[in-house]
Nanobody, 119 residues
Framework: QVQLVESGGGLVQAGGSLRLSCAAS????????MGWYRQGPGKQRELVTT???????NYADSVKGRFTISRDNAKNTVYLQMNSLKPEDTAVYYC?????????????WGQGTQVTVSS
């Protein structure tokens, strides 16, 4: 079993920054790729960014150049540094982890943390 707990959300003005954290516990050896999704008001959940255990990353076009994902395998934690925030970044941000090996195809989700960007 894997548990994911997000933190770091809050209210910020446009142009500001926030750093989200996601701490994983449980059967961490079964996790490969981790990432962040978000769901804004009236929108479907969308992929923001992912990172593999080895550090390979990808980003949605909407956040490239502004957001940075990183991973500390020793601490079983992933981070999302969000800079130059825009009102359209307002959403609940969810941490995600994908299983590997015998857990291939399984998704783990955090409870979400609210990010609100004011105009």
């Amino acid at each position: 079993q894997v548990q994911l707990v997000e933190s770091g959300g809050g209210l910020v003005q446009a142009g500001g920054s926030l750093r989200l954290s996601c701490a994983a516990s449980g059967t961490i050896f079964s996790i490969n790729t981790m990432g962040w999704y978000r769901q804004g008001p009236g929108k479907q959940r969308e992929l923001v960014t992912t990172i593999t255990r080895g550090g390979s990353t990808n980003y949605a076009d909407s956040v490239k150049g502004r957001f940075t994902i990183s991973r500390d395998n020793a601490k079983n934690t992933v981070y999302l540094q969000m800079n130059s925030l825009k009102p359209e970044d307002t959403a609940v941000y969810y941490c995600n982890a994908k299983g590997s090996g015998i857990y291939y195809g399984r998704d783990y989700w955090g409870q979400g943390t609210q990010v609100t960007v004011s105009s």
